[in-house]
């Protein structure tokens, strides 16, 4: 029996998955890859640990961290969710881990665990990989794909594209049919220069508030002050929910900050209690937030309260606009910075094109597309390729004969 000849475009994630699940019996398989190296976005992630997963096991919950894709994605989740994903790879000698903030990842914190297994299993299929092989052009003639690259022709019975949100690779979907959401940036830090924030990169705060007046939005959870302004969990989820809107404002815009996660009432009152019980304590020395010595001392250098001046002179007037700073400060941000490596984009082929009983496309027959180049995207922790392997794993099902 002469069998089906399968080229997956893309080695990453998703393309790597799809062919360690590919029955060898019925298929030949090649993966074409343009860069030098595969899964090389699997080799940066988690710096460097690989954030396989999330341990978030109900379709309906799991879903709520997609920003674009949450409807599409419950049927793909209920099919393949975190604990298949988990079961897959330990049953292949890679042990996971979860850790205290649920994320995944393999027990020997290098991603390289998770690399190797891939590879294994793709060779043990019998399956090629060609590196350096950047697709020119895919035509169908009668009942066969021929793909044109700069290392040769190639054709193809079945395609599978996962290469990922790379302009020219969502460019050829779209010269084949396919309508494209124009690609823009999600999961990016903002850029902000203010007095307050200059001298302490690297600060956190573990229970902030960040909302965006103008987009009536707000995130909460951990936020960081870098080199370049703010990011953390509750800047970058901010950035993925609102990636489009903030791409039309170019960036420009204002958020206001509650760097403690409290009300103005209940901040009062802490203060207030301190202020009754430690009166001769210089402010400069007085632990009353879940604050760093230097944020504390730079906030009150920024209101002009001299760190010195002990609690029972703080005159009311003095503590609400030291409390207004800390609750609702606002900034101007001007830019954005992407977050690492693990740059994620907002946009690519339209969902409505696709039919997510088995990622086949509706206007591409024996076509499959899947991972990043679909407009699908994701917070960070892991839920980037926790879509991958699933949608990967439905089209290795569906091309297997197990629906």
Avoid at 379 to 384: K, S, V
Wanted: charged content about 20%; proline content about 4%.
């Amino acid at each position: 029996m002469n069998k089906k000849q399968i080229i997956i475009i893309g080695g990453g994630a998703a393309g790597f998955f799809c062919a360690a699940n590919i029955d060898p019996a019925k298929y030949s398989v090649t993966i074409l890859e343009q860069n030098s190296d595969v899964l090389q976005k699997v080799k940066i992630s988690g710096g460097g640990r690989c954030n396989v997963s999330h341990a978030c096991f109900d379709p309906r919950e799991l879903v709520k961290f997609y920003p674009r894709g949450n409807k599409e994605l419950i049927s793909v989740f209920s099919k393949f969710q975190p604990g298949d994903t988990m079961e897959w790879f330990e049953s292949r000698g890679v042990p996971l881990k979860i850790e205290d903030d649920n994320r995944i990842f393999p027990v020997s914190n290098a991603s390289q665990s998770i690399i190797n297994c891939l590879k294994k299993e793709v060779a043990q299929n019998g399956f090629q990989v060609h590196t350096k092989t950047t697709v020119k052009e895919i035509k169908k003639e009668n009942n066969t794909y021929l793909i044109g690259t700069n290392n040769g022709n190639f054709s193809a019975d079945i395609i599978i594209y996962t290469t990922g949100s790379s302009p020219k690779s969502v460019q050829l979907l779209e010269h084949l049919g396919h309508q494209l959401v124009a690609p823009v940036p999600s999961l990016f830090t903002f850029n902000i220069k203010d007095e307050l924030l200059t001298h302490l990169p690297g600060t956190s705060f573990p229970y902030a508030e960040v909302s965006i007046p103008q987009l009536k939005t707000e995130e909460t959870g951990a936020l960081l002050i870098t080199h370049w302004g703010l990011s953390g969990p509750a800047i970058l989820k901010l950035s993925a929910w609102k990636a489009r809107e903030l791409s039309e404002v170019n960036y420009q815009f204002e958020i206001e900050v509650n760097f403690i996660g409290k009300t103005l009432y209940e901040a009062e009152a802490l203060f207030l209690e301190f202020k009754q019980q430690h009166p001769k304590k210089q402010i400069g020395q007085s632990k009353i937030f879940d604050l760093t010595h230097r944020f504390w001392n730079q906030l009150l250098d920024s209101v002009h309260i001299h760190p010195e001046k002990q609690m029972a002179n703080i005159s009311g007037k003095e503590m609400r606009i030291l409390l207004e700073n800390l609750c609702r400060k606002s900034f101007k941000v001007n830019g954005k910075s992407t977050f690492k490596d693990e740059f994620v984009t907002a946009g690519g082929v339209a969902l409505k094109e696709i039919n997510f009983k088995n990622m086949a496309s509706k206007k591409l027959e024996n076509f499959y597309i899947a991972g990043e180049v679909l407009n699908i995207d994701a917070i960070t922790g892991g839920f980037n390729f926790q879509a991958c392997w699933s949608e990967a794993w439905l089209i290795a099902q569906e091309l297997n004969g197990f629906p």
